[in-house]
């Protein structure tokens, strides 16, 4: 998975700013089509409250920092006051899962360079951004891999500007560690970059692939160490581009058990559509050509995240961006969640359940980890 680099929002109106869904003047969801009525939304402000994460003891489900089996929300770009624009970045957003609702935004975690990145040379990066995320060491808690910008003379072969965040039963805490890429696994000069997670050699464990340079790319086989190490690691393997991304939605697009990689020339941006080139796993991790790969735009669009009020003739252009497209709720059909904004300080963010896939379940905006 690649974590949605999505632009941050603005403008906002309604008595329910912060608020958790729709204005709380709206009409509860009726019946869907087979007679049952989803949980009433939730409305106001409650979004404010704070509660803490759940501890959980572990499991298989993808994006479950806390293994209590609730797959969990991962936001970059998050919202900021107007005053704190050209300020540094706000940060990364968890919104942790629940059974009831498939998110629950008052279970949240702010990760921040300050507070959870590694030192690089005695500094620490300002930059933070998450770009993947598995269970890299197997211990039933998903972790996440994230973007920085060490620092760098320019002169020589650059340090790998990727970091891991190990999750937990309190899901994910304390300092990341620097992804350890053998110097035999590297090539050129360029930041290793473009994460991708997968069993690409199909033993069952979890692997990365990161770009190099001169369109080759490391493959690092898993499981990792909790000091960023690799189980294995080979030199560069040729023939890729700049960009790489999985293939959506099945990993393995030919059921070989194998994971398959895509290349390109630029990165994917979820929910968009764009072509590429096939690299198929095997035993010896992805590599063999599978020819050319399309990434497929959602067949009737995106739906709107309900960002309430009026847009002044000097307000950004209004967008939604697809930040997931995954199941949230346990029914094991894909939800999809979206996220509206009109610039950087205000946005809303929307889940839609599978089941009623016009009518959200949730609605927050990312303005909320600024509350506390």
């Known amino acids: 998975m690649r974590i949605a680099r999505a632009t941050a929002t603005a403008a906002a109106g309604c008595a329910c700013a912060l608020l958790l869904t729709a204005c709380a003047g709206s009409p509860p969801p009726g019946p869907d089509k087979n007679g049952d009525t989803p949980p009433t939304a939730l409305s106001g402000l409650a979004g404010t409250e704070r509660h803490p994460v759940p501890r959980g003891s572990g499991s298989h489900t993808p994006d479950d920092f806390n293994g209590d089996g609730h797959r969990d929300l991962v936001l970059n770009n ?31 975690q702010l990760l921040s360079a300050h507070a959870n990145a590694a030192k690089v040379g005695g500094i620490l990066p300002s930059a933070f951004d998450a770009e993947a995320s598995c269970d890299l060491d ?37 300092r990341a560690v620097a992804l350890r890429i053998p110097d035999r696994a590297r090539f ?7 994460p991708v997670c997968g069993d690409f050699d199909g033993d069952g464990k979890p692997d990365l692939a990161v770009t190099a340079s001169s369109g080759r790319f490391s493959f690092l086989r898993g499981p990792f160490t909790r000091d960023g190490r690799p189980h ?3 030199g560069t393997v040729p023939g890729a581009g700049p960009a790489l ?14 994971d398959d990689l895509v290349y390109s020339a630029r990165p994917h941006e979820p929910g968009t559509a764009a072509k590429g080139t096939l690299l198929l796993g095997s035993p010896d991790g992805p590599g063999r050509p599978g020819g050319p790969y399309r990434f497929k735009a959602p067949a009737h669009g995106l739906p709107a995240a309900p960002l309430p009020g009026k847009v002044s003739s000097t307000a950004p252009t ?8 995954a199941d949230f709720d346990g029914d094991k059909k894909p939800d999809t ?15 839609y359940p599978a089941a009623t896939p016009d009518r959200p379940l949730i609605t927050f905006t990312s303005a909320l980890f600024g509350a506390g």
């Open 245 to 258: 991304s999985a293939p959506e939605p099945r990993a393995d697009t030919n059921g070989d058990g194998y």
């Open 138 to 174: 197997q211990d039933g808690f998903t972790d996440l891999i994230v973007a920085t910008d060490p620092p760098y003379d320019g002169i020589g072969r650059p340090p790998v500007p990727l970091q891991i965040l190990f999750g937990s039963r309190e899901g994910l805490t304390g």
């Open 188 to 194: 050129g000069n360029e930041w290793p970059d473009h």
């Open 232 to 234: 294995a690691a080979g």
């Open 318 to 325: 209004e967008t939604t961006l697809l930040i997931r497209y």
């Open 337 to 351: 969640v979206v996220r509206t904004h009109r610039g950087e300080t205000a946005d809303l963010i929307a889940l």
């Open 78 to 108: 998050l919202v900021k006051p107007a005053t704190e624009s050209h300020g540094d970045d706000a940060g990364i957003g968890i919104v942790y899962g629940s059974a009831s609702r498939g998110l629950d935004p008052s279970v949240r």
